[in-house]
C-alpha cells in the first residue's frame, strides 16, 4: 500500500523569504502525486499535481513542486512567501486515474511579518 | 465554474442519532469519493462511487453506509453515532478518463458534523 510522510509538521517563515515543505511517499509501482492546502476552516484546494512528464511542475500562487522518483520525494517551494500563503498543506499521492488519494499528515506553513 | 456541492455545510447531532450528508458532483463528473478529516488530522479516505457502483471502500464504519445516485449525486448516511465521529467530511468527484481531461479530484467545501 502506498504511504506519505511529510517530514515538518509546522514550519514558519518570515515573509519574503522561500520556503520548501517536504513530502517523501512509498509505492512499489507509478503515482499521481497531488499537493493541496487548506485555509482555516475552509475545503481543500488543489496547489499543483504531477501526473507524467515533466518533473517539475508549477502550480498556482507562484508554487512549485519536484518529483524525483529515485528519492520517492514531491517537495512543495516557493521562492517567497506572502502572509496569505498561511495554512496547512497537503501532499497525497493515488496509485491510478480515478483512485482514492491517500494524504500526509500535513504541514502548516506559518509565514511571520 | 460549477463546483462540488455538500449539505448540510454544518450539522449536530447527538450521540445515537443519524445523519445523512449530501453531496452534488461537478456537472459531468461520474466519480464521487467521501473522506473523513477529524480534528487536526489528514483527511482519511471512506469509499468512492464510479457510475453508480461502490469503486473502493476505506475505512468506513459498518455504521456508514453510502450510495450514488441516478444524477450522480451522493449520500453518506450515519447511524448510532458517537462523539469520535465529529469531523470534517468532504466529497470529491472526478471526471471520467475517457473526456481527456487531467486527472484531479475536485473537493467540496465539507460539512462540519458534531456530535454532543
Known amino acids: 500500500a502506498q504511504s506519505v510522510t511529510q517530514l515538518d509538521s509546522q514550519v514558519p517563515v518570515f515573509e519574503e523569504a522561500p520556503v520548501e515543505l517536504r513530502c517523501n511517499y512509498s509505492?512499489?509501482?507509478?503515482?499521481?502525486l497531488f499537493w493541496y492546502v487548506q485555509y482555516p476552516n475552509q475545503g481543500l484546494q488543489l496547489l499543483l499535481k504531477y501526473l507524467s512528464g515533466s518533473t517539475l511542475v508549477k502550480g498556482i500562487n507562484g508554487f512549485e513542486a519536484e518529483f524525483n522518483k529515485s528519492q520517492t520525494s514531491f517537495h512543495l517551494r516557493k521562492p517567497s512567501v506572502h502572509i496569505s500563503d498561511t495554512a496547512e498543506y497537503f501532499c497525497?499521492?493515488?496509485?491510478?486515474?480515478?483512485?482514492?488519494?491517500?494524504f500526509g499528515a500535513g504541514t502548516i506553513l506559518r509565514v511571520k511579518s | 465554474a460549477a463546483g462540488v456541492i455538500q449539505s448540510p455545510r454544518h450539522l449536530i447531532k447527538e450521540k445515537r442519532e443519524t445523519a445523512t450528508l449530501k453531496c452534488y458532483p461537478i456537472?459531468?463528473?461520474?466519480?464521487v469519493y467521501w473522506y473523513q478529516q477529524g480534528p487536526g488530522q489528514d483527511p482519511q479516505f471512506l469509499i468512492s462511487f464510479y457510475e453508480k457502483m461502490q469503486s473502493d471502500k476505506g475505512s468506513i464504519p459498518d455504521r456508514f453506509s453510502a450510495q450514488q445516485f441516478s444524477d450522480y449525486h451522493s449520500e453518506l448516511n450515519m447511524s448510532s453515532l458517537e462523539l469520535g465521529d465529529s469531523a470534517l467530511y468532504f466529497c470529491?468527484?472526478?471526471?471520467?478518463?475517457?473526456?481527456?481531461?487531467?486527472?484531479?479530484?475536485?473537493f467540496g467545501p465539507g460539512t462540519r458534523l458534531t456530535v454532543t
Open positions: 470529491a468527484s472526478s471526471s471520467p478518463p475517457l473526456r481527456g481531461e487531467p486527472y484531479e479530484q475536485y
Open positions: 509505492s512499489s509501482v507509478s503515482v499521481y
Open positions: 456537472p459531468r463528473h461520474d466519480t
Open positions: 497525497a499521492v493515488s496509485l491510478e486515474y480515478g483512485n482514492k488519494l491517500v
